[in-house]
């Protein structure tokens, strides 16, 4: 499909398209209340807890107020609405401020001032120098001569560098007074949102040109929200305007991440909620065979003799309502409000804060904190993220000769420099092609210094060190490009450019000399893409040598080449590239077959090799998080060799005999296979002491892999815990991170390019890093920082802190609401089993609410080791990544606590106060009393860090819930009239307090008290060492015990899950399989000493991060025994 926009022709073009008003706003005032609505109802939690509200209207039924239902209902459902509202608001205000600026457009062939939101397609809109583009424009003219302007795109594709944009060849020559006035149609395809591509064609209406058909890319157009810079002014025809242009098409909100944790809760809560159904359906039948045998026989129960036929669903619909706060109404909002805590901790760390470039870390998507903390695997780009991408050219080979090897610096090689200077004709080629083979802008200041400006940093190095040696790239204006050689002006002309592609890996140009009048195609490349297409006389051993040796170097290669061309067979080429850059079906392919015709029987010139150095703290960075148990695969575009020294000296594989490197190649489907199979089946049949085995594939490799051996490559990605992809396109990039996901494991894809966005986007947790390539990346992240080496600390801290906090918070939510609820089933058994609530509806509301809501609130705060100490000891991560504190085992020992904790509040409470001892208020207020108390209790004992502020909200919150119930017990309409000061004055009552905590607290402190004395974990003993104050020297072998996969080892499928049974870990403890120690007479210091023994395994393989840490453990206590 395409469309066709008339210039300048607004009868044409009008009423065809849309105009330029920008919308981003989700809502209206008309629709705002029933869509937002709709979509809260969507969620199934929030229709059951409708129809618990709606149920509650039912007098005959309902035990309680529906003001404990539907007060927290509408309260969170306003605040959800709020929040929604706000941020829609936000985004009016953003998109009036745009709608309403103010740009040049002509209409009826005069230019006006008009707002931006009056464009419509075909119109000509006037930009001045420092102007952002209102909408989608197609370049017609500019200031300067040649037709050239220059663009600032960060804002649309994070990339800062400067580009150029130039005036398709049809507008050439044309008059600034005429452009006004000038006509024609575009022919271009339908919007889409690929901001690298616009394949159209151009047509201008007689007298400006006689109807030819000018081919358009996207180096002629300019896009909405880009900034013209450099150039006096620029005008061009819209041709997608306000929400289909690239950049409205590309707007969208992305697919919500779903952590592990949330779907534990999701899990949880239907596993709750089908024992609640039980609960319902065994306590109304119980309580319509107590109401037909024996309610009838006492005198006081006024059951009528016969009732309606709906009346057997009265009692069970009843306990429906009283055990609908078995799951709590407040735990999404609660966890929404932590997790925004959590990203604001991440912004505000100063030791992740990048002092050299001022980038401070940034969390945009606040709801996947804790799935930094169960990461498993890391997939990693190269360059600009373990590098600097700082390029700097270090050695070149020309025919054949080596520069460089000795000093280090081929531009301080006096060789290369006699040669700069005597004219060798093959340094002076090479040169000429490093200096003009390339889209580097020069720019003239005022002084007459020359500064470049680089897409590529690659090409930014070439540029400057063909300057250094005398081949100076001095101006570049439209076709016209002047280089300085030793002082003498070489001027060319730019024919044809044939751009680098992923897929082609190599860019050309084909240039004229001013001088003589040769034309010349320059090239340059990766080996693999320009050694194949050599002259066939030309020996090109020493060239592959000198490739092979700079890439054990882990230098950066490109092979540089050239060949002169014939007027003939130039003009017959000319006219075949021109037939496709102008055709609209499969733009693409059509120019890369013609580009191939071209690119043939090259003149290998020679071999550059630049250095692009380790970011500070890498190696550190990966050897820590390997020691957490975290995999490492590493994704790079480079060559094999390349990629491997770079892993080597990031500490990805060890050095030999430990390392081993296992490669998979071939170009064919059977090379291939047999290369995966020798592979796959020595990783099977390792039966030494692990080794640190790597596998590498490179991308020709992979393809065939992905398509034909999937199973078999996703078995080897679970043996394996390293991983060097070489030469892989974006698209791979985002497969392997596609084919971990369905694996079963959590990945981390951490990027700063914009071929990384895909697999960030893909990743369960993507992080971008604010480099020199842009912040591409870094927008389309999760989170964003400055350096590699803060990795570090988003995992270990902030992701372990996050994981710790929000298992603790989800499950205390549960057992505050368990227990008030099996209080009231136990209550049930003394009052008929008829539904009746011990509580009135106040009391409900507020427990839930506000009582024990804001206590666990500020465990946001809480730490359970410092940070410091997480760090040296990155291992107890283990923990987070097997899901120890949140499983279905946890959450048993939480269920069980709060049936205890019911038993006991209900059972001290009865002694004390019923059979006629007291009114039913007082016996209400006793229970509701005992469980504040205890949740007290409970949240203090699983605290590990107190600060004021937790105190506060802790016992302060205690203090006011005595404050509130005297007030209301002062007030005589409340309900509870004098109860709380009745209360209050019984020492009977204070003595009920201390033996509900007591009896509920006595064994629970007991059982921890034994745990973390004879049966500690590992946290255990880093806690213990903290609070002693003395050194933490080692935690011994933490690594996790290998996963053996047994002699005959079946293929995996692609959608085979990991092993992720929880271990079972009762309540209070953090590692039941550790064995019994006694302390004798050992300082407690020594328990950190190192442990001599390894842990060993039949074979290598995947880790097993439940057993690890169980088998770590216990390996740990036994050595200090």
Known sequence: MKRYVYINDDDLSQDLYCDNRISNRKYTLLNFLPKNLWEQFSRFMNQYFLLIACLQLWPLITPVNPVTTWGPLIFIFALSAAKEAWDDYNRYLLDKQANEKEVWVVKQGVKKLVQAQDIHVGNIVWLRENDEVPCDLVLLGTSDLQGVCYVETATLDGE???????????????????????????????????????????????????????????????????????????????????????????RGVPEPKLTAVDTMIDRLMGAIFLFQLVVVIVLGTAGNVWKETKAHKLWYVLYPNKGPWYELLVIPLRFELLCSIMIPISIKVSLDLVKSLYAKFIDWDQEMHDHETSTAPHATNTAISEDLGQVEYILTDKTGTLTENRMIFRRCCINGILYGNESGDALKD????????????????????????????????????????????????????????????????????????????????????????????????????????????LSK??????????????????????????????????????????????????????????????????????????????????????????????????ETLRKAGINFWMLTGDKQNTAIQIARSCNFISPEPKGQLLLINGKTEDEVSRSLERVLLTMRITTSEPKDVAFVVDGWALEIVLKYYREAFTELAILSRTAICCRVTPSQKAQLVKLLKSSGYRTLAIGDGGNDVRMIQQANVGVGIRGREGLQAARA?????????????????????????????????????????????????????????????????AYNVFYTSVPVLVSVLDKDLSGIT???????????QAGRLLNPSTFAGWFGRSLFHALVV???????????????????????????????????????????????????????????????????????????????????????????????????????YFR??????????????????????????????????????????????????????????????????????????????????????????????????????????QNHV
């Open 906 to 1008: 209900f059972l001290v409470t009865i002694h004390a106060y019923a059979y006629e001892k007291s009114e039913m208020e007082e016996l209400s207020m006793v229970a509701l009393s005992g469980s504040i108390w205890l949740q007290a209790f409970v949240v203090t004992l699983e605290t590990n860090s107190f600060t004021a502020l937790q105190h506060l909200a802790i016992w302060g919150n205690l203090a006011t819930f005595y404050v509130i119930n005297l007030i209301v017990s002062a007030l005589p309409s409340s309900g509870m009239y004098t109860i709380m000061f009745r209360l209050c004055r019984q020492p009977s009552y204070w003595i009920t307090m201390f033996l509900t905590v007591a009896v509920g607290m006595g064994p629970v402190l007991a059982l921890k």
């Open 781 to 845: 992240a999760d989170y964003s920082i400055g350096k590699f080496r803060f990795l570090k600390r988003l995992i270990l801290v902030h992701g372990r802190y996050s994981y710790n906090r929000t298992a603790f918070l989800s499950q205390y939510s549960f057992y505050k609401s368990l227990k008030i609820c099996f209080i009231q089933i136990l209550f049930s058994f003394i009052s008929g089993v008829s539904g009746t609530s011990l509580f009135n509806s106040v009391s409900l509301m």
């Open 414 to 521: 006096p060789l290369l420099l006699h040669a700069v200077a005597s004219n060798s004709p093959d340094v002076i080629q090479f040169l000429m092609v490093m200096a003009i083979c390339n889209t580097v802008i020069p720019i003239k200041s005022q002084n007459g210094a020359i500064t470049y400006k680089a897409q590529s940093q690659d090409e930014d190095a070439l540029v400057h060190a063909a300057a250094h040696l005398h081949m100076a790239l001095i101006n570049k204006s439209g076709n016209i490009l002047e280089i300085n050689l030793n002082g003498t002006v070489i001027p060319y002309e730019i024919l044809d450019t044939l751009e680098f592609t992923s897929d082609r890996k190599r860019m050309s140009v084909v240039v004229k000399n001013c001088q003589n009048g040769k034309i010349i195609l």
């Open 160 to 250: 800062t560098d400067l580009k150029t944009r130039v005036i398709p060849s049809a507008c050439a020559g044309i008059a600034s007074e005429l452009l006004h006035k000038i006509k024609g149609v575009t022919e271009c395809p339908n919007p889409d949102k690929d901001i690298r591509r616009f394949d159209a064609n151009l047509r201008l209406f007689p007298p400006f040109i006689d109807n030819d058909l000018c081919p358009l890319t996207i180096n002629n157009t300019l896009l909405q929200s880009c900034y013209l810079r450099n150039t006096g002014w620029a005008c061009g025809v819209a041709v997608y305007t306000g929400n289909e242009t690239k950049l409205g098409m590309s």
């Open 1012 to 1117: 973390y004395t004879y049966r500690p974990s590992a946290i255990n003993i880093l806690q213990q060492a903290e609070r002693m104050g003395g050194p933490i020297l080692s935690l011994g072998n933490m690594d996790p015990q290998p996963r053996s996969l047994g002699e005959d080892v079946a293929p995996l499928s692609a959608t085979q899950p990991k092993n992720c049974n929880p271990v079972y870990e009762p309540l209070l403890s953090d590692s039941p399989t550790a064995t019994k120690r006694t302390i004798g007479s050992k300082s407690p210091f020594e328990f950190f000493q190192p442990s001599s023994s390894r842990l060993s395994s039949s074979a290598y393989t995947r880790n097993s991060k439940n057993n690890g840490v169980v088998q770590a453990v216990k390996q740990l206590q």
């Open 525 to 622: 490349g990766a080996d693999e893409a320009i050694l194949p297409y050599v002259c066939s006389g030309q020996q090109i051993r020493a060239f592959v040598e000198a490739v092979e040796q700079y890439a054990q170097l882990g230098l950066r290669t490109l092979c540089l080449a050239w060949r002169e061309l014939n007027e003939d067979e130039y003009q017959e080429w000319s006219s075949m590239f021109k037939e496709a850059k102008t055709t609209m079906v499969d733009r693409e392919w059509r120019l890369a077959d013609v580009c191939q015709r071209l690119e043939r029987d090259l003149e290998i010139l020679g071999i550059t090799a630049i250095e692009d150095r380790l970011q500070d703290g890498v190696p550190e960075t990966i």
């Open 870 to 880: 997480v760090m040296q000891h990155p291992q107890i991560l283990f923990y987070c």
